[in-house]
């Protein structure tokens, strides 16, 4: 397993990492013993980086965590959490006083004194321009409750504002082969400023690893079923925004762009997530796994070799056909 820092924190970090949403909730049911199972699987195989939020199943990823942690006390994971999703989406909540109940709560839940890194959770647009927002994260740093933090945003426009502060550590953005306008404008971008890129969606909520089809179903609970109107929230978090039946068609091309141009015995979920990590600017890439199959091949591509400019040219080259018009202008 290859290693970066994490951006302005400083820390070594897995360049894969273990996304827990589905760990808590949204995803149809893990059990605790399953989740467990996944956090296991995934150290073992050299992951040190986990990302979770205090309202993943309400606290439970966090929970299972920190249990986690108390039976590895030297597991070495850095675990990262988000704020600010359990109010309503205005400005006027992202204040100290807010700040304070949500981090001591996420302390709780995690078991720990100190938070590695908090992230404020795709908060409203005029929050990244708000200088008292930052005051109040420097608060917090300043008081010990927290390490360092960042932002997870949906928006370009909104990481480039973030990267611009000069206390933001990190930057999580969904970034993959179906979404590459952070790949062109944030990375840079970020790079230039020594802040950390934390990918999320890497698969594109599973379109790209090549085994969804027309006949493919999920269950009720799973966000992949009730979020495609984006009803629930940012659409952009389900398939990455992208149309089902477009997005079956691009990923059978970038099934058949790994068969051609990927080193044998790589899966193209592996590939998906390899070809994240291997741009230079990117800090950790974090793929969700509900099961232990996933957990491990997960991170076996955080041991891809490069896989070269035509692999990259075709995964732009699908991007220009099928997907740049309608997800380009959008985030």
Not at 78 to 101: C, I, S, W
Not at 176 to 184: G, Q, S
């Amino acid at each position: 397993m290859q290693t970066r820092t994490l951006g302005r924190t400083g820390r070594q970090v897995s360049v894969v990492g273990l996304g827990t949403w589905q760990l808590g909730a949204d995803w149809g049911e893990v059990s605790e013993d399953d989740a467990r199972a996944v956090l296991e699987a995934s150290v073992e195989h050299g992951v040190t980086f986990f990302d979770t939020a205090d309202v993943y199943g309400d606290g439970r990823s966090e929970k299972v965590i920190g249990r986690f942690l108390v039976d590895h006390p030297d597991a070495g994971v850095t675990v990262a959490t988000k704020m600010g999703r359990r109010v309503d989406q205005v400005p006027e909540n992202y204040v100290l006083e807010h700040f304070r109940a949500w981090t001591d709560r996420s302390r709780r839940n995690l078991g720990v004194d100190t938070l590695d890194l908090v992230q404020l959770h795709c908060p409203p647009t005029a929050v990244y321009s708000d200088d008292a927002v930052f005051d109040a994260l420097d608060t917090l740093v300043a008081d010990g409750a927290i390490a360092a933090y960042g932002v997870s945003v949906e928006r370009v426009d909104e990481a480039l504002t973030a990267i611009a502060r000069p206390h933001v550590a990190t930057v999580q953005i969904i970034a993959n082969a179906f979404r590459l306008k952070p790949v062109e404008e944030v990375f840079p971008a970020a790079a230039a400023a020594g802040v950390g890129i934390i990918v999320r969606v890497p698969l594109a909520s599973g379109l790209l690893s090549g085994k969804y089809d027309e006949s493919t179903t999920f269950a009720a609970d799973d966000h992949r079923t009730y979020n495609r109107d984006g009803s629930a929230f940012d659409i952009g978090e389900t398939f990455s925004g992208v149309d089902w039946s477009t997005g079956l068609r691009a990923a059978g091309e970038f099934t058949r762009l790994v068969e051609a141009e990927a080193p044998a015995d790589i899966t193209p979920a592996q590939a998906a997530v390899a070809w994240l990590w291997q741009h230079p600017e990117v800090s950790t890439v974090i793929p969700g796994a509900r099961n232990v199959a996933q957990a491990t091949g997960n991170a076996a591509a955080g041991s891809v070799p490069e896989l070269g400019p035509a692999f990259d040219e075709g995964v732009r080259r699908i991007y220009d056909t099928h997907l740049r018009e309608a997800i380009q202008p959008r985030w």
